[in-house]
């Protein structure tokens, strides 16, 4: 449908804006009317307004108390951003809205907004340029390895098969299987590093890449990076950056500089937007200058005159990968949240939450069993093995830190840690909340010693008992769970 502008009137402040014919609504056909009352409940507003009240209380999230979860990087979300991302002249947009007309701007400061940050991301990364399309990490993950496909059949390159760690995200092995790869494991050393040698083994002509996480998934950074790059390149494959890991070495390492080919981002993770709860999510994927031809389309581009555009001529793009430009509402808080913080507040937000991890992990190195002791980055891994042998497992732990207030780290992830609990502070938490929970984690510890047995009844102080986890993977039959 076109929309044709005939008249124009200014706003307040002067800008020409257009008035648009809009046809009127088409007559709905009468098979598709209800012959009868929908029926709906009949209550007044109050008590709809206290049944969503109540229902939102359900939800844990970080601004009600602390969220450790490994890997997620639940960090608090600043509301300047949500001020931001509703600004009526953000808000009140229509992707389908002419670029620019005779007269008027219209989408020219959205557009210029996704240019900026695209530019933004790839000097954070030291990626040549991005495409904000993705609308979650692993949807990011996704477009990464269809590029990476994209790639190889325009090279002729017959390629089989990617590699990743096993301490790799679950969403790896998805993306490249849904991409029509096998999936190929290599393992983890003693040290926590991907382990070079078996890597020798697996690496082949016809390996498409490798996706790794740096720091990995045990908090360390990957110190053999340049020779796993190497090796990979001389097989004729590429590097995917898996980053969701991002928030530990912002302004300290880029991945463009460490070897690496294609990248996503968590801008719902390292740059403060919402995360959680199915989203939504941004997860930009930035590329090499010899991968750009194959980023999804549209593109936006700067013309001659200084205005923006959205280019679609390009023949060997992977085409679209979702409605529009991704999730509009998540970028403009991410780009916020980057010019607020500046260069030298994304260095400090990295600092501050590798020192946070550090300091937790020195706290409990004396009741938790530290598979990996060595200083980490932003996360860290304890194993609840020395607990597992009087009963208490780790989901026993995660289950007794509801009762206290506070949402569970990742339990049993990275798959290579028995029992593992895997804790991310993130850099916006304060010394005290660190603390309590060090206090708390102490407490459970010893009442594991003591008194093991107590631990199958929490959590008490949710409305639902605990269920039968092994019923539950095992009996699909909701009505039974409870």
């Not at 598979?371 to 891994?381: A, D, K, Q, S, T």
Request: with cysteine; glycine share 8%.
């Amino acid at each position: 449908m076109e929309l044709i502008f005939k008249k124009s009137k200014k706003d307040r402040r002067g800008t020409i804006l257009p008035k648009c014919d809009v046809p009127p609504a088409q007559k709905i056909n009468q098979k598709y009317l209800r012959t009868i009352e929908s029926k709906l409940p009949n209550v007044s507003e109050p008590e709809v307004v206290r049944h969503f009240t109540n229902l939102a209380k359900l939800n844990f999230n970080v601004d009600e108390n602390f969220y450790p979860l490994g890997s997620c990087t639940m960090k608090y979300n600043p509301k300047f951003l949500e001020k931001a991302a509703t600004m009526k002249y953000f808000s009140d947009l229509h992707p389908l809205q002419p670029q620019i007309i005779k007269g008027g701007m219209l989408t020219q400061g959205a557009l210029e907004l996704i240019w900026n940050l695209e530019n933004l991301l790839s000097e954070i990364t030291g990626m040549d340029e991005f495409t904000t399309h993705p609308m979650a990490g692993a949807h990011g993950e996704l477009t990464g390895v269809m590029l990476m496909a994209a790639y190889h059949k325009q090279k002729g390159n017959r390629r089989t098969h990617i590699i990743i760690p096993d301490s790799g995200h679950g969403t790896n092995p998805a993306s490249a299987a849904i991409a029509g790869y096998e999936v190929k494991s290599v393992k983890t050393s003693a040290k926590g590093l991907l382990d070079i040698e078996e890597l020798k083994k697996i690496l082949n002509e016809e390996t498409a890449g490798l996706m790794l996480t740096c720091p990995n998934t045990l908090g360390i950074f990957e110190s053999q990076i340049k020779e796993i790059s190497d090796l990979t390149h001389k097989a004729g494959g590429l590097m995917y950056y898996d980053g969701a890991n991002l928030n530990a070495i912002m302004g300290k390492a880029r991945p463009g500089d460490l070897g690496f080919d294609i990248v996503h981002l968590n801008l719902h993770k390292t740059f403060a937007t919402p995360h959680g709860a199915g989203g939504p999510g941004s997860g930009p994927v930035g590329v090499k200058k010899y991968l750009t031809e194959f980023l999804p389309i549209s593109r936006v581009v700067k013309r001659a005159d200084g205005t923006f555009a959205l280019d679609y001529d390009k023949p060997l793009s992977i085409g679209y990968i979702s409605p529009f430009y991704g999730n509009y509402g998540v970028l403009i808080k991410a780009y916020t949240y980057i010019l607020l913080m500046g260069k030298q507040g994304l260095i400090d937000a990295s600092e501050n939450a590798v020192i946070n991890a550090n300091y937790i992990k020195s706290k409990l190195k004396n009741y938790y069993d530290i598979p990996y002791p060595e200083n980490c980055l932003h996360e860290f891994v304890i194993s609840a093995t020395k607990q597992a042998e009087k009963g208490v497992h780790a989901i026993d732990i995660a289950k007794a830190l509801i009762d206290k207030g506070i949402h569970p780290p990742t339990v049993y992830f990275p798959l290579n840690v028995k029992e593992a609990i895997m804790i991310e502070p993130t850099e916006t938490e304060s010394k005290e909340t660190l603390d309590e929970f060090i206090n708390i984690m102490i407490e459970l510890s010893l009442l594991a010693e003591k008194n093991p047995d107590i631990f199958k009844n929490f959590p008490k102080t949710t409305s639902v008992s605990r269920l039968d986890e092994v019923k539950a993977a095992k009996d699909m039959n909701l009505a039974s769970l409870a």
